[in-house]
């Protein structure tokens, strides 16, 4: 019999982080932490002014009433900011909404945004190989089978490579895979290798820097106002690996701008920035994700399938990606939601762990009936 306890004891020490997505599955509220209308708090600092549209609760679908309770739970769960967007259109709001955090493996989904906007351009090939790109790494180098693997096979972390990678964490580290131990396109394995490598790769076949692109083609594009390549960097691990990590810091508001842009299936106030089948190409599973009862990864998305144990209690599917210390980012289009949860993992910090999904099941009670 499936129970919540034995959902959450199913789940994978990552797995858990992307409750903390659901956590937020509404998190409908003003920066003022008021939730009888929306205010936009935009005063000293220096905090720059936004020009994203705010609703009230009820106008997205939410009883504000009802969030009440949502809300001081969200304060006590540590949330250093919180933002939900209807339709692009904010209807919550909490925190420090404008901080500049670094968003650790949420970095995937930017990377795989600018491949589908390159795709389309012509100067990306999936279907290249490591050995037809020239990419190796430090010895011990790719052996001969490893380097078949394809550019979208990296891409749906189905590469077969287990060399050591920059910004491991301890759980990639215990869980890879024995060198040579699975062919390109067999066996899914997320990990940083893919990652980094993916990076490396759009730099050589573009010839434009990642952060450089993301700023031009997304960031600029739909006016993100706290993103600076200056609060970006590369991660070089050269006693592991050629390829560098590269590491955003992004806020809160901006964060759910990007989110929107996918939730309005690439296309922002008319422009089709990210083209449409790559929106649905890279949100598609690929693979099942181990010990998450059915939640898939697509190119680099994770992915809520209708048919798994977490579409089925939430009622919808959608996609989401989290970042170590509890960062989420979650797109459910059929509801034409989007929600971006942020803590402080500069600092000491305590994975929250299954009081994100308490906390999503008392804001997912509070959505008025359709």
Not at 196 to 204: P, V
Request: with cysteine; proline share 4%; glycine share 8%.
């Amino acid at each position: 019999m499936f129970t919540i306890k034995s959902f959450l004891n199913s789940l994978s020490f990552r797995s858990v982080s992307f409750l903390i997505i659901c956590v937020c599955l509404g998190f409908l509220i003003s920066c003022s932490a008021e939730v009888n209308g929306p205010k936009i708090n935009v005063s000293g600092g220096g905090i720059k002014p936004d020009t994203l549209e705010w609703i009230f609760p009820e106008e997205a679908g939410w009883s504000s009433a009802d969030l009440q309770e949502a809300h001081q739970f969200a304060i006590e769960s540590g949330c250093q900011a919180v933002i939900a967007l209807y339709d692009g259109k904010v209807f919550f709001s909490r925190g420090n909404i404008h901080k500049n955090y670094e968003v650790h493996s949420i970095r995937e989904t930017f990377l795989s945004a600018l491949y589908g906007i390159h795709l389309a351009q012509g100067n990306i090939n999936l279907n290249a190989t490591l050995e037809d790109l020239h990419i190796d790494d430090i010895t011990p180098g790719l052996a001969p089978a490893e380097t078949q693997a394809e550019v979208e096979h990296l891409l749906m972390s189905r590469s077969g490579v287990y060399h050591e990678a920059a910004a491991e964490d301890q759980t990639m580290i215990d869980t890879r895979p024995a060198r040579e131990s699975h062919a390109p396109d067999t066996f899914f394995y997320h990990n940083n290798w893919d990652v980094n490598a993916l990076g490396t790769i759009f730099e050589q076949e573009t010839g434009e820097d990642i952060f450089e692109a993301f700023k031009k083609e997304i960031a600029d594009v739909v006016d993100m106002v706290d993103f600076s390549i200056d609060n970006c960097s590369y991660q070089y691990e050269w006693n592991k690996s050629l390829h560098p990590a590269y590491q955003f810091r992004m806020s809160a508001r901006d964060m759910a701008k990007f989110g929107a842009l996918y939730q309005k299936n690439g296309n922002w106030k008319g422009l089709q920035v990210i083209p449409s089948p790559w929106i649905d190409d890279s949100t598609m599973a690929y693979s099942t994700m181990d010990n998450t009862d059915g939640l898939g990864y697509g190119y680099l998305w994770k992915v809520i399938p209708e048919d798994s144990e977490m579409g089925q209690m939430i009622g919808y599917p959608g996609y989401y990606h989290t970042g170590a210390g509890g960062h989420a980012l979650v797109i459910m289009p059929d509801l034409k939601l989007v929600i971006v949860e942020r803590y402080d993992a500069d600092q000491n910090w305590d994975e929250p762990g299954a009081a994100g999904f308490e906390l999503a099941m008392t804001i997912l009670d509070a959505r008025l009936a359709d």
